[in-house]
């Protein structure tokens, strides 16, 4: 007998009617009729070579070989059962590459939140982090270098560009950070005044150069820019060092002028918000609606 030779449909008569103990009860159960079902039972026994059922008064019994066989064929048949399953289940797992564009710290943007929610959901998805700059980000969705990215929106509630597909996450504020002892330089001053004292510069990529440039541009001024810096650990860094002013997140900042005496201006401030984008036309791919999902479970 070979593997190729065991019909599956074969297996279920057998363990139907040797559960039933009646051709015709079993062939009720498969849908067949009572000749169909006896002839596979013949094609079993002809197959194996083993006489597997008596006739009785009462209809079918095992033998000792059809009784050794039975539990052969029923798992046989609970295994396929389960091969069944699984291609079911697989029809419906999202797999795939994400490419995630990150900025800020893992803590701001909930990034670990939002990556144990979409490996517990999509587990054969397959992430990949960028971490940049906002604007850069922001290009990189555009060109379809990124799937999905945190971006900070320095417009305030203007819509996304229509390529985009964006929630906004949370709002929050820049303020204005001077180096510990600058108090009487920041304190009570305008934009006007702060304009003339010594900045630490970011690239145009960057929250931190939109901000600004919205500010001093219509004004007219040009801040005196002592340092390109392109990470906020940098920057931090140069603060307390006394190099130049910067704008740092309002918790941060407040954090940093309780613990290093950094010096908060007091009459000027900008508002921002966080926000996650993607393109529109692909926000329903399977994989990128994965994200949008788990991003909603981490933010809710």
């Known amino acids: 007998m070979t593997a190729a030779a065991l019909d599956l449909q074969i297996l279920r008569a057998f363990v139907l009617a040797a559960r039933e103990g009646n051709v015709s009860r079993a062939a009720e159960r498969l849908h067949l009729t009572q000749p169909a079902v006896s002839l596979q039972l013949k094609r079993l026994a002809e197959e194996t070579g083993l006489q597997l059922f008596t006739r009785t008064p009462h209809g079918l019994a095992l033998t000792a070989d059809g009784a050794a066989l039975l539990p052969q064929a029923e798992r046989v048949l609970a295994a396929v059962g389960d091969l069944q399953q699984a291609a079911r289940n697989l029809q419906g797992t999202v797999r795939g590459a994400l490419r995630i564009g990150t900025i800020l710290d893992a803590e701001f943007t909930r990034l670990g939140m939002f990556l144990r929610e979409l490996v517990e959901s999509a587990p054969q998805i397959e992430t990949e982090l960028r971490h940049g700059m906002s604007g850069t980000v922001l290009a990189q969705v555009l060109r379809g270098e990124l799937d999905v990215g945190f971006h900070l929106d320095t417009d305030g509630d203007a819509a996304a560009p229509a390529p985009l597909a964006a929630r906004t996450l949370t709002r929050f504020t820049y303020r ?14 305008d934009w006007k005044a702060l304009a003339a004292l010594p900045w630490l510069a970011t690239p145009p990529e960057s929250a931190h150069h939109r901000l600004l440039e ?3 541009g219509p004004l007219g001024l040009s801040p005196r820019r002592v340092a390109l810096v392109d990470q906020e650990a940098s920057m931090l860094d140069l603060l307390k060092s006394g190099v130049g002013l910067s704008l740092l997140r309002d918790s941060i900042a407040i954090r940093e002028s309780q613990s290093h005496g950094l010096v908060m201006a007091d009459r000027v401030q900008l508002d921002c918000a966080l926000r996650f984008v993607s393109l529109a036309a692909r926000r329903n791919e399977p994989v990128i609606a994965s994200a949008w999902n788990a991003l909603a479970r981490a933010w809710n």
């Open 176 to 189: 204005v950070v001077a180096p510990a002892g600058w108090g009487p330089q920041v304190l009570g001053r």
């Open 214 to 216: 919205k500010v001093f």
